[in-house]
């Protein structure tokens, strides 16, 4: 149960994080349609139908508005990988299902990968932002491999994990950058794609060996 | 031979290209040291003993010296990468070499890499100049690919070729950083580590088997 937080009948209060979700819902469509140094406070608050005074109580300045969408967008895309990656599975159907997630997400909203994750890869502070967010996929990405290996009887250590994660993850982003570009490509494509390399790498691909999605 | 521009004994005169890459060198240094917005055209104009206005007449603003830069080192970061793969070699060998190459240069100059890299990828117009780099990177591993699959017989769609080397050169990006953020890791045993992912792939690491550099 949500709490009101007026009993008075004439102001239609939300909640502070219904109010919340509404602006950085406006704030993500306007820093995705304009960038982030075009995009401006007034038009966010419009969208939001919301005073602008507001928008900078809630949620402080463009910059911190911005850092929101960030946390938001990329909490959003890890939830929907870490659902998809069910631990019981074989580590490729993890993997396939962890990709096509990742995909799934990129191609849904090109627009935003486009402007919030490209933006905030070069300029501080939203740099750092996404360095956190990268070192948590590749943790996520580790720990599958780690537990795979387990499955295995066998284990690797820390570091060597890490590698190929942050490896797996550079893919990852390197092919999502290019299915932003591509508003013609398929995502479940890119992820089989995607899934070839990392799985089965180059050396099998060029001898014919091709890694298919299992049909449902 | 250089021809003098100028036969005047009192004026130590440089031909222009000289000139221009002591200026290149200061530049980056400077751009290493300080990253680019904290990086003035005078520290620069002193570390190439140079006058400022001289700078300003032979490379332009500071944004398009900080491109000079960014074209100078992709130009020397892809000679090395493209004379180190010899074509003669099997594929697996040409991208074992094209790796160590990198992750060689990339340790060698891992300030340079993190500012000017980093600092380009964000922000504009620098993130075009590297997109262009990137392009010409992956034009070079599909190059790689397809010679290696012809010498095999086969044949591959274009456009496939693209997807793999995309998701080859975002690893080898992520791992740079990597490698960039850890001075006392080995560029060698990073290039290994990478051909592991990329020429093996997640499945066979999973069932022990490693690729190894060949014994000299």
Redesign the interface.
């Known amino acids: 149960m949500l709490a009101r937080v007026s009993s008075s009948p004439t102001f239609k209060r939300l909640p502070r994080a219904v109010r919340e979700q509404q602006m950085l819902d406006a704030a993500v469509k306007v820093f995705s349609r304009r960038g982030f140094h075009a995009a401006s406070m007034d038009e966010i608050a419009d969208d939001a139908g919301i005073s602008k005074p507001m928008v900078y109580a809630y949620l402080g300045t463009k910059e911190e508005l911005f850092v929101a969408c960030l946390h938001r967008e990329t909490a959003r895309m890890m939830e929907a990988i870490a659902g998809a990656a069910a631990p019981d599975l074989p580590?490729?159907q993890r993997?396939w299902r962890g990709l096509r997630a990742f995909f799934g997400f990129v191609g849904a909203h090109r627009d935003g990968w486009a402007v919030l994750y490209?933006?905030?890869?070069?300029?501080q502070p939203?740099?750092g932002e996404l360095a956190a967010m990268r070192t948590r996929l590749v943790d996520v990405v580790a720990g599958m491999?780690d537990h795979?290996?387990r499955a295995?009887g066998?284990e690797v250590a820390g570091t060597?994990l890490e590698?190929?994660a942050?490896?797996?993850?550079?893919?990852?982003?390197?092919?999502a950058?290019?299915l932003a570009d591509h508003p013609e490509a398929d995502p479940e494509r890119?992820a089989t794609?995607?899934m070839?390399?990392?799985?089965?790498?180059?050396?099998?691909?060029?001898?014919?060996v091709t890694?298919r999605p299992p049909t449902p």
Do not use: I
């Open positions: 580590a490729d993997l490209r933006q905030a890869r070069g300029s939203f740099a491999l795979a290996l295995e066998r060597e590698l190929v942050y490896a797996l993850v550079g893919a990852s982003e390197s092919l950058d290019w890119t794609r995607m070839n390399v990392a799985w089965l790498g180059a050396g099998q691909l060029l001898h014919g890694w």
